[in-house]
């Protein structure tokens, strides 16, 4: 099926982006971007502990693996951070793309959506691709757009929690008032129904990282989600049924046997 | 550290500068500026390195 999604210069045929953190191992990992099919990971950047080398060691298997990284701004919780650490990720990823993240809470990892603007127009002067991780907010989506940012991400529930779609009427309202914008759900999937039924509202890719780093099996867990994801896509295309109260049946009556001729 | 520049503080500890990324007080210090970036008492040196991450 011939259906690629734009996101800034990068057109993929996978709607599927996957996180790089939290798996049993590197081997595991490198196994469920194969099996997920991405196109895109993203990765991160951290201080180096008592002159390790994981970095090197990390990088050289995402280049080995061959996907297109976007970097993050994780943990950030001011947008001068935020824009720092994406100008470092920029020359060592020798991308101009980045997840832009400004935590504002703690407890759910919330972006700070006012910092995340200020941010997000800082790097887009500065000719980043800006991918904002945001909330549902309408307002925040408008403001994000207006500093420069053409894909929005989303979260569906809070990082890492798995709850799935906390707010199907605001998923769906930013779905309707953004149809031209690429919108990615980022963040809180937990089974890959969730994201079936996110991609059935219209949105153009999903962002998984701990859905599948923290399965059981997360090499099958990535196949399941790139289904889920195909599925949830062509349904969309395949414009549903409306819904109805009652039944009506789906066998023609005419001819029905037994039936009392009139 | 006794390193006066960034570029020599890099040297001392070790790194592969190409996959190194550098900032000074929360501001970002490109490759090519790192020689000519002082280090002063008390300044804030960040040295990252490519990581999971989602």
Known sequence: ?262 | MSATTLQLLLDELGYDEKTVGTALNQEFVRARDRAETRLREGDAVEIVTPRQGG
């Open chain 1, 1 to 262: 099926m011939n259906d690629p999604v734009r996101l800034y210069d990068g057109a993929l045929s996978s709607r599927l982006l996957l996180g790089t953190a939290r798996y049993p191992s590197p081997a595991i990992l490198a196994e469920a971007i194969r099996a997920s099919g991405c196109e895109i990971v993203t990765v991160s950047l951290r201080r180096e502990a008592g002159g390790a080398r994981a970095g090197e060691a990390f990088w050289s298997l995402i280049r080995d693996v061959g996907a297109r990284v976007l970097p993050n701004t994780a943990g950030c919780r001011t947008a001068k951070e935020a824009i720092a650490t994406a100008q470092m990720a920029r020359e060592v990823f020798a991308t101009d793309w980045i997840k832009l993240e400004v935590i504002g809470e703690e407890d759910t990892l919330q972006p700070d959506v006012f910092g995340l603007v200020e941010a997000a127009r800082a790097l887009a002067d500065e000719g980043f691709k800006v991918f904002p991780y945001t909330t549902d907010d309408l307002v925040v989506a408008e403001k994000l757009l207006d500093a420069g940012c053409r894909v929005l991400m989303p979260w569906a529930a809070p990082i890492g929690s798995g709850r799935g779609v906390n707010d199907a009427f605001a998923l769906r309202a930013l779905r309707a008032h953004f149809p031209d914008t690429p919108l990615v759900v980022d963040a809180g999937l937990g089974a890959p129904s969730h994201a079936a039924l996110v991609m059935e509202m219209g949105y153009d890719a999903v962002l998984l990282n701990t859905a599948v780093s923290r399965a059981g099996d997360p090499v099958l867990m990535a196949r399941a989600f790139a289904l889920a994801i195909e599925a949830g896509r062509a349904g969309f295309r395949a414009q549903p049924m409306t819904p109805r109260d009652m039944a009506e049946p789906s066998t023609p009556l005419i001819g029905r046997p037994f039936d009392r001729l009139a």
